[in-house]
């Protein structure tokens, strides 16, 4: 610039200029789509920074790392901010549903099909394509994790298995998860008839009181990583988080693990998922195989969970609305909201959203849960 | 290279080992509900 200094200009290239309007969308979506934006705003300003040249952001310079590089290393590599936004979502989540309808936490398991049935297909169109796309084991779970629909279980395991992908997988889950609305109520509809939809359900759940909810985390935690031991950072924070709300005395904590800490930690995860897709490592062929990956391993998900409550309406005396099946993603509220308003379409009477609120969050326990299970076969 | 049996391990037994976990949690948290309602219940009789 003026002979001074070298200036950007130069050295964008097409492809910075694709993920530029790539990141404009990402914005575009968060801000006046109101998708997910508490996520896509900063994804989108990361992928932003990062594509103007020059910046060092994600670069080593005179043997210092960049700022975004600093906290994708400190925060991304090392496992903490996944591991902490967990703490935030247990002091954010009511288990009350769950325990007092047990039998969803076995829906928010039979939705995590999908997560497997992904990891399979992938691995056999990497199989199908050798030389286009270089998908092993550990690729495929990766990819398979995004059918999970949960952001920080996707950046862990992704991080663990295939620090590579770790932009796509992640952009692929937390875009899919806003876009729950648009991929579930045609599934939905497909597998179940108008009558199965109206099955009305009682609007109120069995009381749960106060011990139990205080013995669930505990319990919980102490179930989950003995019998799987490497959940333990994610169902260790998020049982911890739970237990800081509903015990009652730990409000200040509670209280800071639910908004200040988490909100953190968002911009943090944002920034530095965003920072890692660079024109040079997202602009690939397998990038688009990793979002159309997503779609199936989302749709298979709740496809397993709708055709799971199925089964379950076959050897229970009083029949569940199949649909709750649905919300066994992870996508906290947006499943159970898709099913709240497809409930009352069908059966005005109905009202199922605390209904579905217990899948839907044993299905963050259910992706933690595979987590584990991926890693601890293939970590 | 990939090996099959490999992927078939993870992902039956993946996703069994799934299932299985979550299942016995709900069985867990049924029972844990029964004791505690019926201590509860006790409690409020005593009262």
């Known amino acids: ?379 | 290279m990939i090996d099959w049996g490999l992927v078939a391990k993870v992902a039956g037994a993946g996703f069994g080992v799934t299932i299985l976990v979550l299942t016995l949690l709900a069985i867990i948290v049924w029972l844990v509900s029964l004791v505690t309602r019926e201590s509860e219940s006790q409690g409020e009789e005593k009262k």
Do not use: C
């Open chain 1, 1 to 379: 610039m003026f002979g001074l200094y070298e200036s950007a200009f130069g050295a964008l290239t097409w492809g910075n200029i694709v993920m530029l309007l790539i990141a404009g969308l990402l914005i575009y979506l968060g801000i006046a789509r109101k998708m997910e934006p508490l996520l896509l705003v900063p994804i989108g300003f990361g992928v932003l920074l990062v594509n103007l040249p020059l910046g060092g952001l994600m670069e080593v310079t005179d043997g210092e790392p960049g700022l975004l590089l600093r906290v994708f290393q400190g925060g991304i590599t090392t496992e903490l901010i996944p591991a902490f936004i967990f703490l935030g979502l247990g002091a954010l989540t009511d288990f009350g549903p769950l325990i007092a309808n047990p039998k969803t936490l076995i829906l928010g398991a039979g939705a995590q099909f999908g997560v497997f049935f992904a990891f399979i297909i992938a691995l056999l169109i990497g199989r199908a394509f050798p030389d286009f796309l270089e998908i092993g084991i550990e690729e495929a779970a990766a990819i398979g994790i995004i059918g999970g629909a949960d952001g920080p279980t996707t950046v862990f395991l992704t991080n663990k298995l295939a620090p590579d992908l770790i932009g796509m997988t992640a952009v692929a889950a937390y875009t899919y998860m806003a876009l729950v609305p648009i991929i579930q109520p045609p599934i939905i509809k497909a597998l179940t008839t108008k009558e199965e939809r109206a099955i009305y359900m009682k609007p109120q759940l069995k009381p749960v009181s106060r011990r139990q909810k205080l013995l669930f985390p505990v319990i919980a935690a102490v179930i989950i990583i003995l019998l799987v031991p490497r959940s333990a950072p994610l169902i260790g924070m998020f049982m911890f988080g739970n237990l800081l709300v509903v015990s009652g005395v730990t409000d200040r904590l509670a209280d800071t693990a639910a908004n200040a800490f988490m909100n953190i930690l968002t911009i943090l995860l944002g920034l530095s998922i965003g920072a890692f897709m660079s024109a040079e490592s997202f602009l690939q062929g397998e990038s688009l195989v990793i979002l159309g990956l997503g779609v199936i391993a989302f749709a298979a998900s709740t496809a397993a969970g709708i055709l799971l409550a199925k089964l379950m309406n076959l050897f229970i005396k009083e029949k569940i609305n199949p649909m709750i099946g649905a919300a066994g993603l992870s996508a906290v509220p947006m499943a159970s909201r898709v099913v709240q308003k497809m409930g009352q379409q069908a059966n005005p009477r109905n009202f199922l959203l605390m209904h579905a609120m217990g899948p839907n969050v044993a299905g963050v326990i259910g992706t933690a849960t595979a987590a584990g299970v991926f890693l601890g076969i293939l970590g």
